[in-house]
């Protein structure tokens, strides 16, 4: 059963809505690291180095349609690189087929011969993180010609775009550049702030801005969202944000309405709580004992700045009223 884009996103939004007030707790949006492996190294990134097993292509069919009997209304693929799975056509096809909505992040350095995939997609994610130099210092040469290739290739297709922004020290002072250049692409912004990684030639501190700098930033991102810029969150999403680097506690959808599933097969109760001991492979033990398994994890998190959680916590916890809605259209 394939849905519209449209009537997708509502049943997960009807899915989050039971989750928040019938305490139903399934796992209606998956974050799924399908592969760990990648041909970048941006200097932020562990992934690539952590060289997880994967699921086979059967496997991965398998949980897609343990995930949609479990309740999942949306899954977002991601990595390592997800199009350097052979089978993500297949993956996300199989995801429409349930009625699902599927998006994909990547790269954009193999989207031109992996087209079939956007037929599939309800959005695609693009990483970009400022002008070419800017980009290219943190994503590698070369790589800034393969996200203006990706773009021209979504656009074409007709597909939602978003491109997703990791702010370091080099490029917190750029947001209004990009702003400009999604809005020159016909894409929307999401901003997300670097946070800690764990291989051993990484070296965080150098990377992260100082709490003033992204305090700015932030503040910036928020005057961009009041007037109407293509920013995915609110205005007032970001100005939480700008109390930087505290995130005061707010309710969160983790392990009880979203859930990342990584390459290996486990299910965290977000892309963040990935240190978790007791989370348990869904290819040993199925789809449903994994997530069951994290229901009683304590969320040791006191907020967090995880920008796309943060605007559908404050959508369905916190200020119903105060965010606007067309915010998430792009979602
Ligand atoms: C891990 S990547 C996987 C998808 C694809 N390879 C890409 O780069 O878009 C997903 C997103 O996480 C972001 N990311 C990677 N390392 C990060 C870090 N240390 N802090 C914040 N975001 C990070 C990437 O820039 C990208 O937008
Ligand atoms: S951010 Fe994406 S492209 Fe860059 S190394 Fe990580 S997985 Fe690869
Ligand atoms: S607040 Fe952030 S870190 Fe904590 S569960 Fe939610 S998304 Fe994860």
Not at 16 to 32: D, K
Not at 96 to 121: C, I, P, Q, W, Y
Not at 138 to 148: C, I, M
Request: hydrophobic letters at 45%; proline letters at 6%; one cysteine or more.
């Amino acid at each position: 059963m394939r849905l519209p884009g449209p009537l997708s996103k509502a049943r997960a939004a009807v899915g989050l809505a039971r989750v928040r007030w019938l305490n139903q707790r399934r796992p209606v949006i998956v974050s799924w690291a399908i592969t760990h492996r990648c041909n970048l190294r941006c200097v932020y990134c562990d992934v690539p180095e952590r060289r997880l097993p994967e699921a086979s292509p059967a496997q991965a069919l398998d949980l897609i349609d343990q995930m949609a009997r479990l309740g999942t209304r949306a899954v977002s693929f991601n990595g390592g690189e997800p199009l350097l799975r052979k089978d993500i056509v297949a993956l996300a096809e199989r995801c429409r087929s349930h009625g699902m909505s599927a998006a994909l992040s990547t790269n954009g350095t193999f989207l031109d011969g992996k087209r079939e995939v956007l037929t599939h997609l309800d959005r695609l994610q693009i990483s970009v993180d400022g002008p070419r130099k800017l980009h290219e210092a943190q994503r590698g040469e070369g790589t800034f010609d393969d996200v203006l290739s990706a773009l021209s290739i979504g656009r074409g297709a007709g597909l939602p775009m978003v491109l997703s922004v990791v702010l370091t020290r080099h490029n917190v002072g750029a947001i209004d550049d990009l702003v400009a250049f999604a809005d020159s692409q016909g894409a929307s912004l999401s901003f997300l702030p670097v946070g800690p990684v764990h291989a051993f030639d990484v070296d965080y501190d150098s990377l992260r801005p100082t709490p003033a700098a992204m305090r700015t930033a932030l503040r910036e991102a928020a005057r961009h969202a009041r007037t109407g810029a293509p920013i995915l969150g609110s205005a007032s999403s970001f100005e939480y944000l700008a109390q930087w680097p505290a995130a005061p506690r707010i309710d969160c959808f983790g392990a009880s309405g979203i859930a990342k599933l990584a390459a290996d097969g486990r299910v965290f109760p977000c892309a963040i709580l990935e240190h978790r001991t007791h989370a348990i492979s869904a290819l040993d033990h199925g789809f449903e004992a994994a997530w069951d398994a994290i229901a009683e994890d304590p969320l040791d998190c006191s907020g967090c700045h995880c920008t796309k959680t943060l605007q559908l916590n404050r959508v369905f916890w916190d200020t119903l009223s105060a965010i606007p809605l067309n915010r998430l259209a792009a979602r």
